[in-house]
């Protein structure tokens, strides 16, 4: 019989952004002077670009502080879907973040969600996992709002 596999933990969270899809994508995309400029300090630091910098092929590392607990993460940039999803995951396939874009009124405005998903353990572990996220859950909304409007902000400024 197969091990029936865990099941992913899932956080998300969406806003509007109150500027283009195309401008909401440059700021994402731009590992130098825009992504670093939306991450709250409260919870990111030691931001560098290992590799590249701009959209896909990207390589980043940073440290999170989330709920107390702090870790080093490395991530490797992907764009499925140029203009639309941006995807960050780590090189081991353990998590990855997903920003959405989808243009709302006539493409003034930009729907983004951002949506994390961590691979889950088995039996025992991913009990006591889960549990612990569900701690973790409403610091994240937190973390993901805050950088949404950090975002929000920048985009009022950016000049492509």
Not at 71 to 88: D, I, K, N, T
């Amino acid at each position: 019989t197969k091990a029936m596999p865990a099941q992913p933990i899932r956080f998300e969270a969406s806003a509007t952004i109150h500027a283009s899809p195309s401008v909401v994508w440059d700021i994402l995309t731009d590992y130098h002077n825009g992504h670093p400029k939306i991450l709250p300090p409260a919870a990111f630091s030691d931001f560098t670009v290992v590799e590249g910098g701009s959209g896909a092929g990207t390589v980043t590392t940073f440290v999170v502080k989330v709920a107390g607990a702090t870790r080093r993460v490395r991530h490797v940039v992907s764009a499925p879907e140029p203009g639309r999803a941006l995807v960050e995951s780590e090189p081991d396939g353990s998590t990855s973040t997903t920003f959405t874009l989808a243009p709302q009124d006539d493409g003034r405005q930009t729907a983004l969600t951002i949506t994390t998903v961590q691979r889950g353990n088995l039996g025992v572990r991913g009990v006591i996992e889960r549990l612990a996220l569900s701690l973790v859950a409403p610091a994240m909304q937190r973390i993901y709002q805050e950088e949404m409007q950090r975002l929000d902000t920048l985009a009022q400024t950016w000049k492509a």
